[in-house]
């Protein structure tokens, strides 16, 4: 008799621990700001490729650009591609953190 109330105890510690833990989990995550949820990291390295991607695609069309623009319209591409490789890289420095949080 006494194995078997070990047995049950034990058993029953694991359930206890396993129930314990599931509802750790599905807490909200105290760092998380109203309103947010928190990037999956499967999706967070998805975005993060993606921008990279951009930033050489952009990259390379700056490079394509004359030096000196001499017409206005070469001042304002470059103008707007200056502008969008600064965007794409703040947007990596945010996809870099080990955490992000995504409108809800």
């Known amino acids: ?27 909200p995550d105290p760092d998380c700001p109203a309103g947010m949820t928190k990037m999956d990291d499967g999706e967070r390295l998805e975005a993060l490729g993606d921008l990279q991607a951009r930033k ?13 623009p001499s017409t206005l319209r070469q001042k ?3 103008e707007a591609l200056h502008k969008a490789l600064d965007d794409v890289e703040a947007s990596i420095k945010i ?9 809800a």
């Open 76 to 78: 304002q591409r470059q």
């Open 56 to 68: 050489e695609e952009v990259k390379k069309e700056l490079f394509k650009l004359p030096l000196m």
């Open 1 to 27: 008799p006494d194995a078997s109330v070990r047995r049950y105890l034990d058993e029953r510690k694991r359930e206890l621990r396993a129930e314990a833990a599931a509802a750790k989990k599905a807490l």
């Open 95 to 103: 996809f870099e953190r080990p955490v992000v949080y995504i409108q």
